[in-house]
């Protein structure tokens, strides 16, 4: 049975993370003592950690859910790494807000490889929580004044529901105005030109016709006639 304070979003079942250490990734299982409120787990399947496939599969709003990316920021041959946290409904605005923010000359996603190095935590599973002290961790104002919202686990095994304010308040947070920026509209599918001088179904090859072949007309005519004809 679900934890009775825990959460209802979508079919998962959510459990307080501090029970189900199996679920966490080490530097989260160890960051969750100095948190400044609940939080709760819950196991999904490793390949649906994405969030596009996870929205799906399990029934929880996609606005109910945060992304955090890795941002590689450089200035004077030097790289900083922070993490940014938006809604799943937007993107983090990283050459822009971020980039300013930092005081880099350029900031762009960070490297898989670094990204998993750096924060000892799953591709596809970062998460704020537990990350290194020295990072800086970006809150879009949005995900501070959700009641909770879902993101990594540090796994792609779980995911974690944890509210907003916690994770504003987290040792390394700053929450920022604007970070989280709309989603760019899909264009929609080129319209097929209208020929209005042929029906939808019409073709050059009429009905019970087939395309010319020659023309040579004594084969046609032995390729159609009846059986009961015999032969010549």
């Known amino acids: 049975m679900p934890d009775p304070a825990a959460p209802v979003l979508g079919s998962l079942i959510w459990s307080p993370a501090a029970e189900r250490p199996e679920l966490l990734a080490p530097p989260v299982a160890a960051a969750l003592p100095v948190l400044a409120g609940p939080v709760w787990v819950a196991e999904i399947a490793d390949d649906l950690a994405d969030t596009a496939a996870f929205t ?29 946290l938006v809604l799943a409904t937007t993107r983090a605005d990283v050459n822009g807000l971020v980039r300013r923010h930092l005081g880099a000359r350029k900031a762009s996603f960070a490297p898989q490889d670094v990204a998993v190095a750096g924060s000892g935590m799953a591709y596809g599973g970062i998460t704020p929580v537990g990350l290194p002290a020295a990072w800086p961790v970006l809150v879009d104002a949005a995900v ?86 015999g032969s010549d």
């Open 56 to 84: 799906e599969a399990y029934g929880v709003p996609l606005a109910a859910s945060a992304n955090c990316v890795v941002v590689a920021a450089r200035r004077g041959g030097e790289t900083t790494l922070a993490a940014c």
């Open 144 to 229: 501070a004044d959700a009641e909770v919202v879902v993101i990594g686990s540090g796994t792609r095994g779980s995911k974690l529901a944890v509210p907003g304010a916690v994770l504003a308040a987290l040792p390394a947070a700053q929450v920022l105005e604007g970070l989280g920026q709309p989603l760019p509209a899909e264009a929609p599918p080129p319209a097929q030109p209208l020929r209005l001088d042929r029906a939808p179904d019409d073709s050059d090859v009429g009905w019970g016709e087939r395309p010319a072949e020659g023309s040579d007309d004594d084969r046609r005519y032995h390729e159609d006639r009846p059986p009961h004809w």
